[in-house]
């Protein structure tokens, strides 16, 4: 490893994070089978949200687009399947799918077999991210209707009680949040005092963990609008259970309620007109709910729905993005950091990259996220992937591994302003300063109602630089002869002061699921680059 890239990398890191990761390796803690507590009396559960069934029989699943079989105690932590998918697998989360008689009989046959094969501490299923979404969602079953068993609520007390003592102070972030809203699920629908201990525990971690991850413009701190959702989704189930349990009045819950109306609007502003999220850092369909489905769900707990913004300009300052609407277009902008500095696991190099819908229909695209873990992984990550300029074929930002960052790319020179019926957004980044010369790249957009102009500009240093304009499967490309321009299809026209080309490009709308595409691209140095889509 390069001793820079090192220093780089860990020098922002909070000190929790360096020495618990000593703490969470050194201190292994014992499984306490004590009996449970006794079960909470709770009324009032409000349907929570219903996410597609992976169970196709008994023991087969379908997880981030690839199938599985789970015939044997062994395939729960079968090495040939990667870690991302034996996590899913130990989430549970079929049992938040509609379900005939058979299908539940299957359910409970697979809720058995994980207690019986997978020893209390032992396995994937026991590391503390997969432990607590189990127990949300067996949790949340009940709620919903199934009779647990007896051996079934013994075990989600160990799970309880092995969690308090494996929170993720190592990794903070969504990681945390999730382990503490276990804590509070289990503490509100058990009682007595050893579930006022974990009640009280997961509230103090949240109620500071909110205040640091929702920032003033409702956006999680991490910058992905899927990892927003999730959390969304997180928050209004705990404020379900809280009301079902009686505890609504309970600090912190009447204030949560704002936070989710908060994090509501920041969706419905980074949503196509499509009704699905956006593609800025990791992110994908597929994994959380929908955001009409997390409307929906706020509206039936008091919440008013979120709708998109209108026409103009939506500034999220905190957050770094912006979405501009104007007649038939919406683009969505990334004029912000990558995410936390010291927690920057789910950020791609996608500095000054955006997408643009028209019509309904999405035109620009960023690549999107389909896997965890090796080369694809990397390249998913890179400038290269996402609608903005590559400078000497480097990224923006220094990622590497799967999950770190090293030096990241700053925004400098920022304006959002309208111009008459024009909105119009220029910015630049400091991300490629570590190359000869310091260069810096600037983009400007400009948004009227019958086109979208982008001009790009790299100031310093004398190096290749190539902007690149993915475009959404659905979309064709003809370029002209003389290379200057390129006829879209449906009205839409594309024209460059460079000559383009069209690259072959993947979009990734799902874990585990590529398609082919094209990147119109063109050089964005020595000259700036000025390219206009119009309809």
Same mark, same amino acid.
């Not at 499984?31 to 909470?40: D, G």
């Not at 019986?116 to 501490?121: D, V």
């Not at 950020?347 to 643009?356: G, M, N, R």
């Given at each position: ?28 803690? /014992? ?6 507590? %006794? ?35 062994? !395939? ?27 299908? !539940? !009989?299957?359910? /409970? ?7 019986? %094969?997978?020893?209390?501490?032992? $396995? ?257 990550? $890179? ?9 000497? $074929? ?142």
């Amino acid at each position: 490893m390069k001793l820079g890239r090192f220093v780089r990398t860990v020098a922002p890191l909070r000190p929790i994070q360096i020495y618990g990761r000593l703490i969470f390796r050194l201190r292994r803690p /014992r499984p306490n089978p004590a009996a449970p507590p %006794e079960r909470r009396s709770l009324s009032g559960w409000v349907p929570s949200i219903v996410h597609p069934d992976c169970l196709s029989g008994p023991g087969r699943v379908t997880l981030l687009n690839r199938q599985g079989e789970i015939d044997r105690a062994e !395939q729960w932590n079968d090495p040939g399947q990667d870690k991302l998918w034996l996590y899913n697998l130990h989430y549970f989360d079929a049992l938040a799918a509609p379900a005939d008689n058979e299908r !539940q !009989q299957w359910r /409970r046959d697979l809720v058995c077999r994980w207690i019986e %094969e997978n020893p209390p501490g032992e $396995g994937n299923g026991w590391e503390p991210y997969p432990a607590s979404l189990r127990i949300v969602n067996w949790i949340k079953w009940a709620l919903n209707g199934a009779p647990l068993e007896s051996a079934w609520l013994h075990s989600l007390a160990v799970q309880a009680r092995w969690l308090e003592q494996r929170l993720e102070w190592h990794l903070l972030g969504n990681h945390l949040f999730a382990n503490a809203k276990a804590l509070v699920f289990a503490g509100l629908f058990f009682e007595g005092p050893e579930a006022e201990r974990w009640l009280a525990r997961g509230l103090n971690i949240l109620d500071a963990e909110i205040a640091e991850q929702i920032l003033a413009d409702g956006g999680h701190f991490e910058l992905s609008p899927m990892y927003h959702s999730i959390l969304l989704e997180d928050l209004l189930d705990m404020l379900n259970l809280a009301a079902a349990a009686g505890a609504a009045g309970r600090a912190p819950f009447p204030a949560w309620r704002d936070v989710a109306r908060k994090m509501g609007h920041w969706l419905a502003a980074m949503t196509h007109p499509d009704g699905r999220i956006a593609f800025f850092n990791d992110a994908a369909f597929g994994v959380a709910a929908e955001p009409a489905a997390l409307a929906a769900y706020a509206e039936r707990l008091g919440i008013a729905r979120s709708e998109p913004p209108g026409e103009g300009i939506t500034h999220l300052a905190s957050s770094g993005y912006v979405r501009l609407a104007r007649g038939r277009a919406v683009a969505l902008l990334d004029v912000g950091r990558i995410g936390p500095d010291y927690l920057p696991g789910h950020a791609h190099a996608d500095t000054l990259s955006f997408e643009l819908s028209v019509d309904g229909a999405r035109i620009i695209v960023n690549g999107g996220t389909s896997t965890y873990a090796g080369a694809r992984r990397a390249r998913e990550r $890179g400038t290269s992937s996402h609608a903005t300029v590559t400078v000497a $074929g480097t990224d923006s930002s220094e990622l590497w591994s799967a999950f770190r960052a090293g030096r990241r790319a700053r925004i400098v020179e920022l304006t959002v302003a309208e111009d008459g019926d024009a909105l119009c957004v220029s910015a630049g980044h400091d991300g490629y300063r570590f190359l000869a010369g310091r260069p810096r790249h600037r983009r400007a957009w400009r948004l009227t109602r019958d086109g979208l102009s982008v001009v790009d500009e790299i100031v310093g240093g004398s190096h290749r630089a190539i902007a690149r304009f993915p475009l959404h499967p659905d979309v064709a490309a003809e370029i002209d002869s003389d290379g200057r321009g390129a006829a879209l299809g449906g009205g839409l026209r594309w024209d460059s002061s460079a000559p383009l080309a069209a690259e072959p490009f993947e979009w990734s709308p799902e874990f585990g699921l590529s398609v082919p595409t094209l990147a119109l691209s063109a050089p964005a140095a020595p000259a700036a680059l000025t390219t206009r889509l119009s309809w």
